[in-house]
């Protein structure tokens, strides 16, 4: 990863001139990010405007000695082409071609790909959509859904093991459990659509005589096999788990855990309800886990289901919630602090989807839109793709009929066109083998610049990893496809010069790997044929 060795250099530059200075601080990690403008190098660092004040220097004579050191450094590698100070004191890098010619290689030819991490001992379990099942999924669900698959996919080329998990909220007690009871037995029409009253007729026959939260959690039962074949068949997520509420009542789970908090002097009593004293670990207020009418809350539940996660080894732990928990992610990190868990636990919040253009699917079944009538719509390659475009912590306003256009201004189709593109060039080139490459004749700017995009997967990868901003994925997907367009544009791939031929032909086989494992990533197609 070239990110990282540039991290490691600027590391050594600066710990040498610390040396020299006698000056002691804690480095830390050196930020380092690829700017979008080209003029600013490949990229770029802000060491020295954060840390001057410890040189007691100004930002621009700190970045002026520590390129000093670098260049000092680099005279045996040959990593950099040119070292920039620009404006209060950043520091712009540009690579050397010599250094992206080798990455190019390691694509093509080295058995491990650059992307692909060593395996890490650390189990992650990620766990998403977990909708109730008291109806398909809607496009809300569908945020969550599609942003936890992408995510345990990158967490898998990072080199953990993944698990991938859906917690069914079926609790007889519950209640919406309760309610689609009702609403099975006729009593309400809480939930009753036309989906729910084909449900229901079938099971005429089996929900006579049944008390209201029996008839629930039949239906529930019912509704979710429909859920679970969904999401394999049309949302292509494969589930390794799926955790039943009412299982962890049946297996004695919830009681284990209220026991073992009463033991720790943690719950007390309060007008007849049993509350967790969480306002003692800084929380504004305690929560009820057990009702005055006896029946325990969700959130009890949800510590006997995370104490499980524990117990099955888990050390990193990720919640995708919806946006109406977010009042349930302080309570629930202090719960796992409570049972003592000492490896990481994350809960990312989605906000909410609009459509854009979706007039005619609001109206074909009312308030509630189903994710099955989005992706029969717009195709499930769109889905995935215009879902992940946005930061989950952001609104999405779904631009159905731009999903739907086939053109250049629909940026998925322009990827797909790509790929395509370059499929078709690699069909009609079948007679050259790429194999005694003169790599030293890919010099043109549209090729460099080809270079530079390809070779930055395992960074994207890694920043990804860091803060889970996925929006990066089919940017990054974007601007691939738009570096290869523009080569593909300027430079003639199959002419009279062979050795030309064959060095370009190899950068083409190099961005398709790429834009593949891109698409990989996102669980999009990848297609021969436009």
């Keep these: 990863m070239l990110e990282r060795k540039i991290k490691n250099l600027l590391s050594k530059a600066v710990k040498k001139l610390q040396k020299k200075e006698g000056v002691c601080f804690k480095l830390g990690e050196i930020e380092v990010e690829a700017p979008k403008e080209k003029e600013h190098g490949d990229y770029s660092s802000n060491f020295a405007l954060t840390t001057a004040k410890f040189f007691n220097k100004n930002p621009v004579q700190l970045a002026q000695e520590i390129k000093r050191e670098l260049e000092a450094l680099d005279k045996k590698f040959g990593f950099f082409k040119e070292i920039k100070i620009a404006g209060p004191g950043f520091i712009n890098l540009f690579i050397s071609e010599k250094i992206l010619r080798k990455s190019l290689k390691e694509i093509l030819f080295k058995k491990e790909k650059p992307w692909k991490f060593k395996k890490k001992k650390k189990k992650v379990l990620v766990e998403f959509i977990s909708a109730n099942p008291t109806g398909p999924l809607h496009i809300g669900n569908g945020r969550g859904a599609f942003f936890g698959d992408c995510l345990a996919k990158i967490l898998e080329r990072a080199g953990y093991k993944v698990q991938r998990e859906y917690f069914i909220n079926d609790a007889k007690h519950n209640s919406q459990i309760r309610e689609l009871g009702k609403t099975a037995l006729g009593i309400s029409q809480s939930y009753l659509n036309e989906y729910l009253k084909k449900k229901i007729e079938k099971l005429k026959d089996k929900l006579k005589n049944l008390k209201e939260e029996e008839a629930g959690f039949l239906l529930a039962n019912e509704i979710q096999k429909d859920i679970q074949c969904f999401i394999k068949e049309k949302l292509k997520i494969k589930f390794d788990k799926f955790v039943s509420e009412q299982k962890l009542f049946d297996q004695g789970k919830v009681d284990q855990i209220f026991n073992q908090l009463q033991k720790k002097n943690l719950v007390y009593e309060r007008e007849g309800a049993k509350w967790l004293k969480l306002s003692q670990f800084g929380l504004p207020k305690d ?13 009890l539940s949800d510590i006997a289901y995370h104490k499980n996660k524990i117990e099955r080894g888990f050390k990193k732990i990720i919640n995708i919630w919806g946006a109406d928990h977010q009042g349930h992610v302080e309570r ?18 989605s906000q909410i989807v609009t459509l854009k253009g979706g007039e005619k699917l609001s109206k074909r079944k009312g308030r509630v839109i189903f994710l099955e009538d989005l992706i029969e719509e717009i195709g499930l390659d769109a889905c995935r793709f215009f879902y992940l475009t946005r930061s989950l912590y952001t609104p999405l306003d779904f631009d159905i009929e731009l999903a739907k256009e086939k053109s250049q201004r629909n940026p998925l189709f322009y990827i797909q066109y790509a790929h395509a593109r370059i499929c078709s060039v ?6 050259y083998k790429i194999r005694k ?26 920043r990804c990893l860091k803060d889970y901003e996925l ?3 089919p940017n990054y997907a974007r601007e691939i496809a738009t570096a290869f367009h523009q080569f593909y544009e300027e430079c003639k791939i199959i002419g009279e010069n062979k050795d030309l031929t064959q060095a370009r032909l190899a950068l083409v086989l190099a961005t398709k790997i790429v834009l593949k494992e891109v698409l990989n990533l996102m669980g999009i197609s990848a297609p021969e044929k436009m």
């Excluded at 929560?287 to 959130?299: A, M, Q």
């Excluded at 690699?426 to 007679?431: N, Q, Y």
């Design 471 to 473: 929006q990066r994925i």
């Design 332 to 349: 629930m990190k202090t719960a796992m602090k409570i049972l003592g868990f000492k490896g990481e636990f994350e809960i990312l919040i």
């Design 437 to 462: 490459i003169n790599w030293e004749l890919l010099s043109h700017p549209k090729e460099i610049e080809l270079i530079k995009k390809i070779i930055q997967l395992p960074d994207m990868i890694q």
């Design 287 to 299: 929560e009820v886990l057990i009702r005055k009418d006896g029946s325990p809350t969700y959130f």
């Design 426 to 431: 690699l069909k009609k080139a079948k007679k």
